[in-house]
């Protein structure tokens, strides 16, 4: 009997474990504005993801000249500091669709690009402006033990959204899951991007409200209602 009760108690235990990888996935903010200069559900998806988050940081490259190539030195004050290196340089004033959605200055590039942080961070989040116009799709990759790539799912044409801009974010709510760079992607070459207010948190700065997980809920209840089960048919037997 005791045996049956300690694989009873192991299978919840480990049902529950299970669901908790499974829900090790980054919570997402994504919103985007085609047209032309626009920045309604950009803004709304930027405020959505500030307010999980607690004394982070930003940068806004008003510190750089027009024309700075990387590598550049990124301050996001108490978050810590970063690198940017790859091709590309800070831009200042509007390019083709490109702007700044702050100040006056961005980063702009046609290809890859890292940032590599001080230290572990959990937070992440960015503008984007003129992006996908020439058909360039946005990816992200960022490794924490695994590589973990994520699709921004930008809108794409020829020429079509030429002063779009959009916002995503993402964090990890498990310390676990804190990662040391980030990887810009751009599927092709020929598309040019604008990248500014750059946001970054650690895992400390990460505070959305608790929220119980549904699947967990149930596992619990069912892993209760077996053990009570099991329970009330020694008591049956013991009568």
Do not use: C
């Amino acid at each position: 009997m005791k045996n049956k009760l300690l694989i009873g108690l192991t299978t919840a235990f480990f049902l529950i474990g299970m669901v908790g990888l499974a829900n090790a996935v980054p919570v997402t903010f994504f919103g985007e504005d085609l047209n032309n200069y626009e920045r309604t559900n950009a803004d709304a998806a930027h405020d959505e993801f500030m307010a999980n988050l607690s004394g982070v940081g930003t940068e806004d490259f008003e510190g750089f000249a027009d024309g700075t190539p990387a590598p550049i030195a990124l301050d996001f004050g108490l978050a810590g500091t970063a690198t940017l290196s790859g091709p590309g340089a800070i831009q200042e004033g509007p390019n083709v669709g490109r702007w700044a959605t702050s100040g006056s200055r961005y980063w702009e590039t046609n290809e890859d690009f890292t940032i590599s942080f001080s230290e572990s961070i959990s937070a992440f989040g960015f503008y984007g402006t003129d992006i996908g116009d020439f058909g360039g799709e946005l990816t992200i990759n960022y490794v924490n033990g695994a590589s973990n790539t994520l699709s921004v799912g930008n809108s794409t044409g020829q020429g079509n959204f030429e002063g779009t801009v959009l916002y995503y974010g993402f964090y990890e709510d498990d310390p676990l899951y804190a990662f040391n760079s980030i990887e810009f992607g751009n599927t092709t070459g020929s598309d040019w991007f604008g990248f500014d207010d750059m946001t970054i948190g650690t895992y400390e700065q990460v505070t959305p409200e608790p929220v119980p997980e549904p699947a967990t809920i149930i596992l619990m209840g069912i892993g209760l209602l077996g053990l009570m089960g099991y329970s009330r048919k020694r008591f049956n037997k013991k009568v």
